[in-house]
């Protein structure tokens, strides 16, 4: 059958800046995702509920040198299921070198434990901020709502207060689901590739709107039991997608 999704993402970052180009946060964000699936006797899971708390950590090592680490907590798990079996842990670092006024670059990496099992979920990421000329940037995307670490998006400013940019970023999906449905207290996936176009203004340095749309590449659905035995894996075509994203800064 086919199925669609909707996301709202909400997050809220306080942060103090220390001497020499250092600095300390907490993120909070909550975020709510609703699957409908076509088939009524086929609902592998709906309403997910993804909240995070993030202590983003960055501080200067000699001049050109920046280290980024950011321990977080998150909670991903169907409604109707208890918050606590969806609880994971892990930290996103990095370090990066200014080479030059116009690159800092460095390599970065996502760690996170998984649900009951005891392993790991490691993947790899760049840190890069590249001013290729006066219009031209390629930089790691700010990734609201990623579930993998920030993308890379390419941008290119049009005008002072509006720009054009393509993201791409890899996305796992995972979440604890509730006592019903086909796979009680089971585990269930969305993973795949999304690729977006935006338009963003900002008409000042507080405020900035953007309006995307693309598409979901490599789309691929598992689902496993309450004992971690695979149950299903079935691969999607890929999908449109559009949104919008709003931020203020105080």
Known sequence: GKFSASRAFLRATALYNLE????????T????LDYNFSQSNNQPWENIRDLRVAVPVRFRVGDTTTVFVSPQIRWDYQSGASSSDGRTYGVFAGIAWQLSERLTIGPAFGAFSQFDDGSADFFPALL???????????NTGSGVGATQGPGLTLSYALKDTIDLSLTARSERIRCRLDGSDLAPGGVGEDKSIPVVLSVGYNPNPGVSLSVFAGAEFDGLLTLDDANGAEISRQSYVSAALGGLAFKVRF
Do not use: A, E, H
């Not at 020499?20 to 993120?27: C, F």
């Open 128 to 138: 890069i901020d590249w001013d290729i000329n006066d219009r031209w940037n390629l």
């Open 20 to 27: 020499g180009g250092s600095s300390v946060g907490l993120s």
């Open 29 to 32: 964000s909550f975020g709510k």
